[in-house]
Nanobody
Framework: QLQFVESGGGLVQPGGSLRLSCAAS????????IGWFRQAPGKEREGVSC????????YSRDSVKGRFTISRDNAKNTVYLQMFDLKPEDAGRYYC??????????????????????WGQGTQVTVSS
């Protein structure tokens, strides 16, 4: 059974850090471009970061550049999202998914969510003092 499991969310104060994990079963993550997305209450889901298969090239939305880093550990079949200097506007439920149509991320990945599948249940990130 193909499944992603996200973990690592929690409550942090502004300026704090979290590392989210996206673990896969039933598929090899390195065969796919993997995206992290988030959705805040009342808002549309948006793309956060994407990491390509093979060459590991990445894209991130402008608001998280310099603060978030996406990476993968192929031995653990896991993709990570390291988040530093968290802001209240980073709060939301974070999801990972695999792009079934391309192996390389594109800068517009956030608008191409129809290309992604195997969405997990997500992990909640709350940023509050």
């Amino acid at each position: 059974q193909l499944q992603f499991v996200e973990s690592g969310g929690g409550l942090v104060q502004p300026g704090g850090s979290l590392r989210l994990s996206c673990a896969a079963s039933g598929l090899t993550l390195d065969d796919y471009a993997i995206g992290w997305f988030r959705q805040a209450p009342g808002k549309e889901r948006e793309g956060v970061s994407c990491i390509s298969a093979s060459d590991g090239s990445t894209y991130s939305r402008d608001s998280v550049k310099g603060r978030f880093t996406i990476s993968r550990d192929n031995a653990k079949n896991t993709v990570y999202l390291q988040m530093f200097d968290l802001k209240p506007e980073d709060a939301g439920r974070y999801y990972c998914a695999a792009n079934l149509m391309r192996r390389r991320c594109v800068s517009t990945f956030g608008g191409l969510q129809y290309e992604f599948d195997y969405w997990g249940q997500g992990t909640q990130v709350t940023v509050s003092s």
